[in-house]
């Protein structure tokens, strides 16, 4: 990771870890804005933003399909994260993100009362963050989808849609019918991302082959390519610590 880029990510409690995947933090200490390239990574991403030219703003950021360019860390910046899964968008937002696919948009600047004050502090933020997703959750869980998400997560999206349908005792039609609706893509497709994902922190220790169920060598690198747009080999080799994604998973 460049050097003047400071990284920091911290695990939720176990009674958020069905909703969040990660809290983190972005800190570009240099008066240089750092260009990088964004990577799917399968989650829903809320971030606390300010810089020394730029005004505290909080955006949220629905699920990406594929690469963005030119994503920009600006100069004298500090960002702070809140990684969701994808039940938060029910249970905890209690909305759909389905037109945020591959977008994302601003929010109010008290949105769940945050203020530019709670970027001094990370483990301040995260606790005050818990406290108001916690606060938020309620309802208990669909028996059907708590089902579904533990699989494709335990999974990495290994599982057919078929097998996840059965195992969770919900149909694919219904299923697909609830990813579009609170998402905006399909089961299938979003597996792919979480599967393209994992095969990414492989990726990073310089492993270049299939590891998580693909059928063969040409078909893992169709598929990396199809959504990140590089080849492994590429991506492996991460220029100028481009692929900011990458560049996260090395460093742990």
Request: one cysteine or more.
């Amino acid at each position: 990771m460049h050097s003047d880029l400071a990284y920091k990510s911290k695990q939720p409690s176990k009674k958020l870890s069905a909703f969040v995947d990660s809290f983190w933090c972005m800190h570009n200490k240099s008066d240089k804005t750092i260009e990088t390239i964004g990577l799917p990574d399968g989650r829903i991403d809320l971030s606390l933003f300010q810089s020394s030219k730029e005004p505290f703003s909080i955006r949220l950021l629905g699920l990406g399909t594929h690469q963005y360019e030119k994503g920009k860390i600006p100069a004298n910046s500090l960002t702070f994260v809140i990684s969701f899964k994808l039940l938060a968008v029910e249970y905890i937002f209690h909305d759909s993100i389905s037109a945020l696919l591959n977008e994302g948009k601003k929010l109010e600047n008290d949105f769940w009362d945050f203020n530019p004050t709670d970027l001094r502090d990370f483990e301040l933020f995260c606790e005050k963050a818990s406290h108001k997703m916690e606060s938020s959750i309620v309802k208990e869980i669909d028996s059907r989808k708590q089902k579904l998400f533990n699989l494709i997560y335990e999974s990495n999206g290994a599982m057919t849609v078929k097998d996840l349908a059965e195992q969770s005792g919900w149909s694919s039609r219904q299923i697909n019918r609830y990813f579009n609706q609170y998402f905006g893509i399909s089961l299938k497709g979003f597996c792919s991302i979480l599967r393209f994902r994992a095969s990414l922190e492989h990726i990073a220790k310089g492993k270049l082959f299939p590891e998580e169920n693909f059928s063969d060598q040409t078909h893992f690198i169709k598929e990396i390519k199809k959504i990140s747009g590089s080849i492994p080999k590429e991506l492996f080799q991460n220029k100028n610590d481009r692929f900011i994604l990458l560049s996260a998973l090395s460093s742990k």
